[in-house]
Structures are given as structure tokens and as C-alpha cells.
């Protein structure tokens, strides 16, 4: 299958704990962006890289999250002591940088975080 | 700053009947991008149908059309002959042509029901 995956699927920690989550976007895609969705919401955009080069962060992404993407291939997205605000879906996408709209964002199937 | 606003948490529509969501956005920008995307129960989020701002012509994929009324800012999506299949989320979604980080604005999501 070529699609965006992530791991694990589900996750759940106790709170103060630190997890991981991996993305593989889609081979041809250098752009790479991180949501969270939280239950009856849309996506909130976290951070995106082009290639292995983070290019922008939004205010949510706290000192506690730090992304990484090496070698502009998959990328990870750590979350530190870990607290219940932080239960969330955690969606990954993929995108080309090309022209108009048909750069659309491709999307994996998300990792479900649970802070206990 | 846009903002979308998908005013109608959820709808409901008997099988093989038509069903219209609404999605109106708020931007002082004359080019940009709309989407909708559809997220399945425990599924990931894909792209239903994209529309240009500078295209007049309203998008259709299928069973799926918009009616994109520019001068409203508003961006609704008809389902036509309603499937089970088509039970979801949907999001509407803005992204600025003069935005070269491609980001999305989302709106809060329409629950679709359909009933056999």
C-alpha cells in the first residue's frame, strides 16, 4: 500500500510519560504536516516540514512536542510528560509542492492518544 | 484571518435521498481553495471534492457536487442517491492560493446519518 501510515494506531499512557508516534507519508511527497483532532472537531494544524526542514510550528505545539523528520523520509512526533490535555487524535498528511490545488493533502489513518 | 463554519453538527438522510451540507467561510483574499473531505468512523480523512475560486463552474465528482457562491463565501456540498457507505464526518476546508505553506483551515465537521 502506498497511502500515509502511522504508528502505533492507539496509544495509551499515564500521564507524565513520553510517547513517540511515527508518519510515513506517501514516497513522492515532500511535504509533511502533523493535526490534532480532538472529538467532534476538525484538525488543528501542529506543524509541517518540506523535505527534512520544519517550517513552521503553531502556538499549540508546546515545549513538550518536538517533530523530526531525517532525511525528509518519515517523521516522528514526541510528546513529554504527557498530560490528559493532550488525548487527542494525531493525524498525519502528506502533500507534493506543486501548483494549484492538486497538491492536496493526503492523510493517514491517525494515532489515538489516551492520557490516563 | 478565515475562518470556516460548518453551522449544522448533523444531518440525517434516508438512503438513495439527497442531502446538502453547509459550509460558509469568511476571507478578504479573491484566490483560494476549498475542499471537502470525508472521515469514515475509525477511518482516515480523504478528499471529497476541491473547488478554485477562480473556477465559476461548480465541481462534481460522482455522486458529489458543490454549489460555490463566491459573492456569499459560501461552499455547500450535495450527495446525491445516498449511500450507507457515505455515513462520516465532513469537513469543509479553506486554503489561500497566496499561502505557500499550503495551510488548511478547517471547520468543525458535519455528522452525515444515513438511514436503510
Known amino acids: 500500500d502506498t497511502g500515509v501510515s502511522q504508528n502505533p494506531r492507539h496509544k495509551i499512557t499515564k500521564r507524565g510519560q513520553n510517547v513517540t508516534f511515527r508518519c510515513d507519508p506517501i514516497?513522492?511527497?515532500?511535504?509533511l504536516y502533523w493535526y490534532r483532532q480532538t472529538l467532534g472537531q476538525g484538525p488543528e494544524f501542529l506543524t509541517y516540514?518540506?523535505?527534512?526542514?520544519?517550517?513552521?510550528k503553531s502556538r499549540l505545539l508546546s515545549d513538550r512536542f518536538s517533530a523530526e523528520r531525517p532525511k525528509g523520509s518519515f517523521s516522528t512526533l514526541e510528546i513529554q510528560r504527557t498530560e490528559q490535555g493532550d488525548s487527542a487524535m494525531y493525524l498525519c498528511?502528506?502533500?507534493?509542492?506543486?501548483?494549484?490545488?492538486?497538491?492536496?493533502?493526503?492523510f493517514g489513518p491517525g494515532t489515538r492518544l489516551t492520557v490516563l | 484571518a478565515q475562518t470556516v463554519t460548518q453551522s449544522q453538527p448533523e444531518m440525517s438522510v434516508q438512503e438513495a435521498e439527497t442531502v446538502t451540507l453547509s459550509c460558509t467561510y469568511d476571507t478578504s483574499e479573491s484566490d483560494y481553495y476549498l475542499f471537502w473531505y470525508k472521515q469514515p468512523p475509525s477511518r482516515q480523512m480523504i478528499l471529497v471534492i476541491r473547488?478554485?475560486?477562480?473556477k465559476q463552474q461548480n465541481a462534481t465528482e460522482n455522486r458529489f457536487s458543490v454549489n460555490f457562491q463566491k459573492a456569499a463565501k459560501s461552499f455547500s456540498l450535495k450527495i446525491s442517491d445516498s449511500q450507507l457507505g457515505d455515513a462520516a464526518m465532513y469537513f469543509c476546508?479553506?486554503?489561500?492560493?497566496?499561502?505557500?505553506?499550503?495551510?488548511?483551515?478547517w471547520g468543525a465537521g458535519t455528522k452525515l446519518i444515513i438511514k436503510p
Open positions: 476546508a479553506y486554503r489561500s492560493a497566496f499561502d505557500s505553506n499550503y495551510q488548511l483551515i
Open positions: 514516497s513522492e511527497h515532500n511535504r
Open positions: 498528511a502528506s502533500s507534493w509542492t506543486s501548483g494549484g490545488a492538486k497538491n492536496e493533502q493526503f
Open positions: 516540514f518540506q523535505n527534512e526542514a520544519q517550517l513552521e
Open positions: 473547488q478554485e475560486a477562480y
